[in-house]
């Protein structure tokens, strides 16, 4: 796809496959990314899952350290078009995914078949992000 070079993928190349194979198992139609910094994995979903509904949740790029704030919005800025050549729903939000708000903007696209989780890299961080977005996976 056109401009994907700014996108980059920051997982680890063969554990995002095994994890790939394991999801298209599912065949999930609502897709939730907690934590999508450029996009890299988000644009994964998207491809692999054509027409499905995919949230993602990431703080604003001006509150993402280490990372140029210009590369992370020029990345971002691609995320519409991926999302409508693979014929999906993207619905971006940016903010704390502990933030009220942000949980209840997600639990509107609620209940989801696949949530990836990649947001804060602290237990604690790690630990609430499961506390407020595992409600919302789908049973089974």
């Not at 890299?40 to 993602?56: A, E, I, K, Y």
């Not at 001006?62 to 704030?69: C, N």
């Amino acid at each position: 796809m056109a401009g994907e070079e700014l996108i980059p993928v920051l997982q680890d190349p063969n554990e995002l496959m095994r994890l790939l194979e394991r999801v298209q198992t599912i065949q999930p139609q609502r897709i939730l990314e907690v934590g999508s910094l450029y996009g890299g994995t988000l644009l994964c979903w998207m491809r692999h899952f054509p027409g499905s509904v995919v949230v993602t949740v990431d703080l604003v790029p001006e509150g993402v350290a280490q990372h140029p704030v210009e590369k992370v919005r020029t990345a971002r800025g691609e995320w519409p078009e991926y999302a409508r050549m693979c014929r999906c729903e993207l619905h971006a939000l940016e903010g704390r995914s502990d933030d009220a708000k942000i949980i209840d903007m997600c639990s509107k696209f609620a209940p989801y078949d696949f949530i990836f989780i990649d947001g804060g890299h602290k237990y604690a961080e790690v630990q609430g992000d499961l506390e407020h977005y595992w409600p919302m996976l789908r049973k089974g």
